[in-house]
């Protein structure tokens, strides 16, 4: 294992080097990869479900971690693993297990101790899937210096272009992470046109030209599988995504709210399933508090792939209604089950799912109601006509994502440093 130092005093490279080869026609390139693990080993220590941002951390550990090491930030130090502890621990992330997370605590551990007895070999790729680190000069800059040619996947600008829906000072922070992919990356992967426009208008507004940038849309997370026994008695809808001010789950259980007091018994159920975020008190004193939502609300928090596939599979819809969205992984996931989706009608929506979904202005609550009254019915002229929209949708799939991904990198490669 190797510790570089954001001092970016790091010994020369040597071992083996990469090659610019194609071995076959599904594209691989065969030299070696750095993946950037820190976000994906936090969450995982801490025992904190996958979110969207996660997933495609796992899936480009699936694409390339048989080619790749693991580089995990910790403070001021990159621990590069072994090849043969990064698999390893790759293993770990992607099956984990009961007591996993104390041997992937050993597996860091030990490549803390090794310190500098093994090498990068050089040039090397670093995919940086989840955006952290990028903030800090020191950490692509330390890398450039090593031969490590940071590639990073941008999945929002969300803390720039709509600051209130984040916690402070991450615009601050987002700025910087512009700044250094803009100036130190050696590309760009972003999962949708909405979050490559938005990259470039940021980077020209200080003056920055940006590196090659490839849009390469995400694929579901959840595997498609059959329904089994319904979960909820009675109609009812989900919302799928953590708890934070953007998903706007307030609108939601006012909604909710009123349908109770209104039909009681009647009203149909809303499955939330998400974990607690941050600046979103209200929503949890609702949850926690408000009498009316006790018995139409399920709030959960943890919810496995299996579970989370059957609960869609049996809602009369998917309701997303976020003021913004880099991509809207839940959407996608939705129609690839056949599972309708109320959305907010936002560019970025629009361009993953064309005209499948039913589109609300986020902040037409009535227009929101009128929609749900309408998709409880089993006879609803507007849920069948998607239901007839979906049978043309074609989701994109991780083939066709790493496909143009691994296309993507074989360019960089092949060019100039």
């Not at 299996?306 to 049996?314: G, Q, R, S, V």
Request: aromatic share 6%.
């Amino acid at each position: 294992m190797q510790i570089l130092k954001s001092t970016g005093h790091i010994r020369p490279a040597h071992g083996v080097s990469g090659q610019n080869a194609w071995p076959d026609g599904r594209g691989d390139i065969t030299q070696e990869f750095l993946i950037d693990v820190t976000r994906l080993l936090g969450r995982f220590m801490r025992s904190r479900l996958p979110t969207g941002v996660d997933r495609v951390g796992l899936a480009y550990i699936k694409q390339f971690g048989d080619r790749s090491r693991a580089i995990i930030a910790l403070g001021r130090h990159a621990v590069v693993l072994s090849k043969a502890e990064s698999a390893k621990l790759f293993e770990l992330l992607l099956a984990p297990w009961k007591g996993a997370s104390s041997r992937a605590a050993w597996i860091v551990a030990w490549g803390v101790l090794r310190g500098m007895r093994s090498r990068l070999s050089s040039p090397s790729l670093l995919l940086n899937t989840g955006h952290r680190g990028l903030e800090r000069h020191n950490y692509a800059a330390s890398l450039r210096k090593r031969g490590a040619r940071p590639v990073f996947v941008l999945h929002d600008l969300i803390p720039i272009t709509h600051a209130e829906y984040c916690r402070p000072g991450e615009a601050k922070r987002h700025w910087a992470r512009v700044r250094h992919a803009a100036t130190l990356g050696a590309g760009v992967i972003a999962n949708s046109e909405q979050t490559s426009r938005d990259f470039r208008r940021a980077a020209a507004s200080i003056g920055l030209e940006v590196p090659p940038i490839v849009v390469a849309p995400l694929a579901p997370a959840i595997p498609a599988q059959a329904a089994v026994a319904c979960p909820v008695a009675g109609p009812y809808f989900v919302m799928l995504g953590t708890i934070e001010p953007r998903k706007n789950h307030l609108l939601l259980l006012n909604i909710w709210r009123a349908l109770a007091e209104q039909m009681g018994d009647a009203a149909p159920r809303l499955v939330v399933v998400g974990q607690r975020g941050w600046e979103c008190e209200q929503v949890l004193d609702l949850l926690e508090r408000c009498a009316a939502l006790g018995a139409t609300v399920i709030e959960r928090s943890h919810c496995s792939d299996d579970e989370l596939a059957n609960y869609l599979l049996h809602a009369r819809a998917l309701l997303f209604p976020s003021f913004i969205e880099g991509f809207g992984l839940p959407l996608v996931e939705a129609l690839a089950l056949g599972v309708p989706v109320i959305a907010s009608d936002i560019p970025v929506f629009r361009e993953v799912a064309g005209s499948v979904p039913e589109f609300v202005d986020p902040l037409d609550g009535l227009g929101w109601r009128d929609a749900v009254l309408d998709y409880i019915h089993p006879d609803s002229l507007r849920r069948a006509e998607q239901l007839r929209r979906i049978a043309d949708y074609e989701a994109p799939t991780w083939d066709s994502h790493m496909a143009e991904v691994e296309r993507f990198l074989g360019e960089l490669v092949a060019s100039p440093c």
